[in-house]
Each structure stands twice: as structure tokens, then as C-alpha cells.
């Protein structure tokens, strides 16, 4: 599957790099009907793609949810573009889904929406307060953002300008740009009396992706500050920064997911909801295909399972790379040998869901150098 953007061109698009986080929206969206997580009333939940183009995540909602979860939704499919709409409609064989045709901004400020997805091209930015305005007292707001550069320090003024805050382009800056968003979204709550609660926050290829519980509570947002502050770097474990470019942020510093949730999300699970079989697999495809697809969709998930306690609450976040310079060490350790030592001398330790290889720890620094070192 290609891992890169795509140019918009004159109409509605498919971008297969997106697959994966589509992916994690039908495992999501299906986790919190089974669990009742977002809606515990016996309506339906209200979902909206707000930015649908040609449909796709609204109608992988549709053909790989099970059915009785999917009877407690109504799923609407909204995009401005007329031609998207039309070929969207024409290859609705299902014919569940409303589809809508308008500016997302004026749709979500007439109705109310208790699950809303943002997948715009390029910055979610102009879009996050009309989504926080839609939702109720309890809602669901997915948030994709692809101007990367802005929000990992490539493009500072573009960082500034949109984000209000500085990302710096070292072995941080994924982390750097989810937690950059993070705040955005958490700020922009506030201005509403709301409060987020992150479920589950990935960097994906081009892309990254926060999905938040959104609460109407005035006095948790007027205690958003405490959940925003900075990451400093230690010049000693800078590689090429200078004295004043220690710092990114404002950022996010609370939790990345929901422990329970994220760590539903498993290889075994998404197979179950999306992994296609010899039965309804395409006539052309090949053993060969189906075998890539599944490869496809666990890794969507890989490594979220795993990590989602540690993502939950405070830790030690290490790219592996950085680990030989800080340690003294001739090359870094076996990621596997490195967590299970950890797990012997009695911390917890995971591999993110990073893109670099990245382990995640509630050791100290001083306690992981001791272990890679030991090793």
C-alpha cells in the first residue's frame, strides 16, 4: 500500500495510505456501541463523516460493523463536492447512510452529532470549533491531520500560525506534533466548557490522528492549563539543536488513550471486523492478496494493545536510536531483550506505536540506562 499524500485534484478522492485509520474508526466506532462508552440511551448515536469525499470510511462503518451494532447508529456522509456525492451515492448498494451535500461548517452548526469525523486535506484547523458547537454533552470528535510539517517543526511559521505552538524536527517530533494537536483540540474545548479525554492518539505515515471523548464540564475546562505545558530536551541528549531550541510546545502532557478501550483495540479484533475471507473476497484477488490485506490491517493496529496502559498515564518515552548515545553503548539494544529486562527488574515496558522504533516505559532513565547497559 502506498504510505504517502496524494494530491486533492478537482474531485473527490481515495487515498489507500488512509486505510489504516479507517481501519481503527471501525474497531472504535464498534467498540463504543458493543461497550456503551458514548451513548447509554436507547437512541441512536449520531454519527458524521463531515468531509466524506467518496465515502469510504462511511461505508466501511456500514459493511463491517455487525449488524445489531450497527441498528443503534445513524450515519451520515456529508461533502461539499457534488461530483463526490453523486459517484459516492451511485455505489451506495446499502443505501443506509444519509448523504449530504454542503459546507461541513454549516451542517454541524444546524445539527447535533454525537460522533464526528474530521479527515480534511491538509489542516483540521478551520473545522474544530463548528465539530465541538455540534456535539452534545457527550461526544466523539476523530481529528486527522496532514500538514505534518507544521506540526513536527518543519514549517515553523505554519506551525505558529495555525497551531500557536513550536514543534521541533528531531526524534521527539511525532510525539511532539500528536501532543501539538492534542492541545489545540483541548484549547478549542475549553472556549465551548468542555473538556476532552483522549481515546486513542496515533502518527501515521503522512498523517496523525486524535480521536477524544468530548465532556461539557466548566469547571474541568477551566483547568486546561493544567494539562498544557512543554518538553524540554537535555542538551545532552540533543544531537544537533541549539542552546535556545530546547523546548516544544505548548503541548499536550496528559494521557495519550484510554487504557480499557485502546487496549481493545487487538491484531485478533480488527481480523474479526475487517479482515476479508475466501468468501466475499474479490473473484481476481489471489491467496497472495488476501494474505497482504490481513498484513495490512494488523498493522494498522500493531503495538496498540500493547502500549495502551503506559499511554494512559505518565512515562518515559525513548526512541531506541537515541538510547546508545545516552548509554554509552556501540549500538542499541534488541528492542524484545530491552522490554523483557525491564519487565524482570520490575517496570513496565512496551514498544509504541510509533514509526521509528520507540519504547515506552514507567522506569526512569537512569533505571533503562542501567538495564541497556546490563544488556
Known amino acids: 500500500m502506498p ?32 461497550h456503551g462508552w458514548l451513548n447509554r440511551s436507547e437512541s441512536k448515536l449520531r454519527v458524521l463523516e463531515s468531509l466524506c469525499s467518496t465515502g469510504i470510511r462511511s461505508r466501511r462503518w456500514v459493511n463491517e460493523i455487525p449488524e445489531k451494532l450497527l441498528q443503534k447508529t445513524i450515519i451520515t456522509a456529508n461533502d461539499r463536492d457534488e461530483k463526490a456525492i453523486e459517484w ?13 451535500q454542503e459546507d461541513a461548517r454549516i451542517l454541524m452548526h444546524r445539527e447535533s452529532f454525537q460522533w464526528i ?17 455540534s456535539l452534545p454533552r457527550v461526544g466523539m470528535l476523530e481529528i486527522t491531520a496532514t500538514d505534518t510539517a507544521a506540526l513536527c517543526g518543519s514549517a515553523l511559521d505554519a506551525g505558529k500560525r495555525r497551531y500557536g505552538s513550536i514543534g521541533l ?17 483541548a484549547k ?11 481515546i486513542l492518539s496515533l502518527f501515521d505515515g503522512h498523517h496523525l490522528r486524535v480521536s477524544v471523548r ?4 466548566r469547571k474541568k475546562a477551566s483547568q486546561v492549563g493544567d494539562m498544557i505545558g512543554w518538553r524540554h530536551r537535555d542538551e545532552a541528549a540533543t544531537l544537533s539543536l541549539e542552546k535556545s531550541e530546547l523546548c516544544s510546545g505548548p503541548l499536550w502532557i496528559g494521557p495519550l488513550c484510554d487504557a480499557e478501550i485502546a487496549g481493545r483495540i487487538t491484531e485478533e479484533k480488527a481480523l474479526q471486523l475487517c479482515g476479508a475471507d475466501e468468501e466475499i473476497m474479490p473473484e481476481y484477488w489471489t491467496d497472495n492478496d488476501l494474505e497482504l490485506s490481513h498484513r495490512e490491517i494488523i498493522r494498522s493496529v500493531k503495538f496498540i494493545s500493547d502500549s495502551a496502559d503506559l499511554m494512559s498515564r505518565g512515562h518515559l518515552f525513548m526512541p531506541i536510536d537515541m538510547l546508545p548515545k545516552l548509554a554509552g553503548l556501540l549500538g542499541p ?18 514498544r ?7 519504547i515506552l516505559t514507567d522506569a526512569s532513565l537512569d533505571e533503562l540506562i542501567s538495564v541497556a547497559q546490563k544488556l
Open 333 to 350: 539494544p534488541a528492542m524484545n531483550r530491552l522490554i523483557e529486562a525491564l519487565n524482570i527488574a520490575g517496570h513496565c515496558a512496551a
Open 169 to 185: 524536527n528531531d526524534s521527539y517530533r511525532h510525539d511532539d506534533a500528536i501532543r501539538i494537536l492534542l492541545a489545540t483540540v
Open 352 to 358: 509504541g506505536p510509533y514509526m521509528d522504533p520507540t
Open 3 to 34: 504510505r504517502g499524500p496524494i494530491s486533492a485534484g478537482d474531485t473527490g478522492f481515495y487515498n489507500p495510505a488512509m486505510a489504516g485509520p479507517r481501519t481503527r474508526s471501525v474497531l472504535l466506532l464498534a467498540d463504543a456501541l458493543e
Open 117 to 133: 469525523d474530521i479527515d480534511p486535506f491538509g489542516s483540521p484547523i478551520t473545522f474544530i470549533d463548528s465539530a465541538i458547537q
Open 214 to 217: 468530548v465532556r461539557k464540564s
Open 88 to 100: 459516492a451515492k451511485k455505489y451506495d448498494e446499502n443505501t443506509v447512510i444519509n448523504w449530504s
Open 188 to 198: 478549542a474545548a475549553a472556549r465551548h466548557d468542555r473538556t476532552i479525554e483522549p
